[in-house]
């Protein structure tokens, strides 16, 4: 990891903005940075992959519509990043599996939406590479909210 100060609202911009020129869906973000800049210690280039990695899964699995909302919630030597989506959801069967590589849900011939299956598994490296966990809260056809807590000088 090449770890030196970066700002995640600025960071975070960049990706959603990136996030809504990349789909043909039509995409309501809900973004309100606490802060007008918010440094902490990461690999930019990862953390920018990981944030894209999640807003691309929030816009295959949603309809359209997509609605995401971004939350960064500054703890005492954490950084909390919420991505929420009113997706399909996860159901509870499969949550334990999704971040291991090539898993995806299963949907028979109904999986029109393509992927590897690699995207989680990268970005549960890349936060545990920085000390960090990742959580998700899904409903079934609720939406999944995806939690990434990551030590703000790692
Ligand atoms: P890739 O990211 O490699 O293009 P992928 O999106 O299928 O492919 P992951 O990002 O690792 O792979 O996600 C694994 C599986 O978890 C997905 O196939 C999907 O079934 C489920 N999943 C991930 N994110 C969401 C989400 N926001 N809403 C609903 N299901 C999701
Ligand atoms: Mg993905």
């Given at each position: 990891l090449e770890k030196r100060p970066v700002d995640m609202v600025s960071l975070v911009q960049n990706c959603l903005e990136t996030a809504r020129i990349s789909t043909i869906k039509e995409v309501f973000i809900t973004f309100e940075p606490p802060f007008d800049v918010y440094l902490i210690h990461v690999d930019e280039a990862h953390i920018k992959n990981i944030v894209s990695n999640l807003l691309d899964n929030a816009i295959k699995y949603s309809g359209d519509p997509v609605y995401i909302t971004v939350q960064l919630i500054d703890g005492p030597s954490h950084m909390q990043l919420h991505v929420a989506d009113r997706g399909k959801g996860i159901a509870p069967e499969h949550i334990g599996y999704i971040y291991?590589?090539?898993?995806?849900?299963?949907e028979g011939n109904l999986h029109e939406v393509k992927g590897f299956?690699?995207?989680?598994a990268y970005v549960k490296?890349?936060?545990?590479?920085?000390?960090?966990?990742?959580?998700v809260k899904s409903e079934l056809?609720?939406?999944?909210t995806f939690v990434l807590t990551i030590p703000k000088n790692g």
């Open positions: 291991n590589m090539f898993y995806r849900v299963p299956g690699l995207g989680l490296q890349v936060v545990e590479q920085h000390g960090g966990t990742i959580h056809k609720g939406g999944s």
